[in-house]
């Protein structure tokens, strides 16, 4: 079980908005650190998304973006696109676990 | 640009030791930590530690002390993982992750398969 909480799958249809919650506690998300955001495609390493709650690394398109409010962050993805079907994760930092992932999300382009 | 290679997939029989390297280029090597994470098959994504890159003092995450260990070869810019006593449960894709500034892993090496069978 993991420290931070995703739902295990969500899915759109092409074009549509889409969002993905990650659920943590006082101890992470909670006590003010940062959430980072990673989708991994079959077959390939992870790669960073969002980092710092709601920052795109160089070259991420602007249809990802990232917020975070309480013990909650949350990964929006408008103007879905096939090439977006893939696993996500959002990672943070916990207080005494140190670094934490979420179990992960399957995002289906419908 | 940055870049972290991993070294190839191993084969390994229970009780037998394996080590996975991951060389650093296109930074300075010293200025990030390395972290590492662990991906059984069809799971999620489990953080195993980390090696403070100036000093080489390694913290191990939640269930990887004991048989892991993390060092360093500075000078060749390689971090290094290795897995002693071997178990079926070790067989996963072990990833290095170049540590930012806000604790998020901003580059990642491939992915080294390692796979425990008698």
């Known amino acids: 079980q993991s420290v931070l909480t995703q739902p295990p799958s969500v899915s759109g249809a092409p074009g549509q908005r889409v969002t993905i919650s990650c659920t943590g506690s006082s101890s992470n998300i909670g006590a003010g650190y940062d959430v980072h955001w990673y989708h991994q495609l079959p077959g390939t390493a992870p790669k960073l998304l969002i980092y710092g709650n709601s920052n795109r690394p160089s070259g991420v398109p602007d249809r990802f973006s990232g917020s975070k409010s309480g013990t909650s962050a949350s990964l929006a993805i408008t103007g879905l696109q096939a090439e977006d079907e893939a696993d996500y994760y959002c990672q943070s930092y916990d207080s005494t676990l140190r670094k934490v992932f979420g179990g992960g999300t399957k995002l289906t382009v419908l | 640009q940055v870049q972290l290679v991993q070294s190839g997939s191993e084969l390994r029989k229970p009780g037998a030791s394996v080590k996975v390297s991951c060389k650093a280029s296109?930074?300075?090597?010293?200025?990030?930590?390395m972290n590492w994470v662990r991906q059984a098959p069809g799971q999620g994504l489990e953080w195993m530690g980390w090696i403070n890159t100036n000093t080489g003092k390694p913290t191990y995450g939640q269930g990887f002390t004991g048989r892991f260990v993390f060092s360093l070869d500075s000078p060749v810019r390689t971090a290094y993982l290795q897995i002693s006593s071997l178990k079926a449960e070790d067989t996963a894709v072990y990833y290095c992750?170049?540590?930012?500034?806000?604790?998020?892993?901003?580059?990642w090496g491939q992915g080294t398969l390692v796979t425990v069978s008698s």
């Open positions: 992750a170049r540590e930012g500034g806000s604790y998020e892993f901003d580059y």
């Open positions: 296109g930074y300075t090597f010293t200025r990030n930590a």
